[in-house]
């Protein structure tokens, strides 16, 4: 798990208006692009913002209807939460991820529900460790699986 969370629960009375009531769904969507995609948003998801990779900050300042709609109908998917991992579980987390209900006490209580996880919290990167910090990530990744492979010899 590399800084993820399951999204909301929508109730399903809130995902029958922004369905069905005319101009509830536009300001839902107007309200998304402010929150999702903007400068702020490019801000609080990276430590150092201008390390933002050219396609990641193009997606998330100029984009378009369509992006929109689908983060919108992922949102309101209503999916279940998926279950707890029972097997070893490496969870990867940028230090100063500064989106909500993303800093490290979030990947703490992740940790503390997963019974077999590893929290590894890479510092200088906020929600895409990946992406600031590729050499710590791949070395966390590496070393993960380096004890998972000694554990099954």
């Known amino acids: 798990?590399?800084?993820?969370?399951?999204?909301?629960?929508?109730?399903?009375?809130?995902?029958?208006?922004?369905?069905?009531?005319?101009?509830?769904?536009?300001?839902?969507?107007?309200e998304l692009k402010k929150v999702s995609y903007s400068s702020d948003c490019l801000k609080s998801a990276f430590f150092n913002a201008e390390n933002a990779p050219r396609q990641v900050r193009a997606t998330l300042l100029d984009v378009d209807q369509r992006q929109l709609e689908h983060m919108l109908t992922l949102l309101?998917?209503?999916?279940?939460?998926?279950?707890?991992?029972?097997?070893?579980?490496?969870?990867?987390?940028?230090?100063?991820?500064?989106?909500?209900?993303?800093?490290?006490?979030?990947?703490?209580?992740?940790h503390q529900r997963i019974e077999q996880s590893e929290l590894q919290i890479i510092p200088d990167a906020g929600h895409l460790p990946q992406v600031e910090q590729p050499n710590a990530f791949v070395r966390v990744i590496r070393e993960f699986l380096q004890e998972d492979s000694s554990v099954t010899t």
């Open 1 to 30: 798990m590399v800084d993820g969370f399951p999204p909301p629960t929508i109730p399903a009375f809130v995902r029958f208006f922004i369905e069905r009531v005319p101009g509830i769904r536009k300001l839902i969507l107007n």
């Open 76 to 110: 309101m998917n209503n999916r279940s939460r998926p279950a707890v991992p029972k097997q070893r579980t490496l969870i990867v987390w940028g230090a100063q991820d500064r989106l909500p209900n993303a800093d490290t006490d979030v990947a703490i209580s992740l």
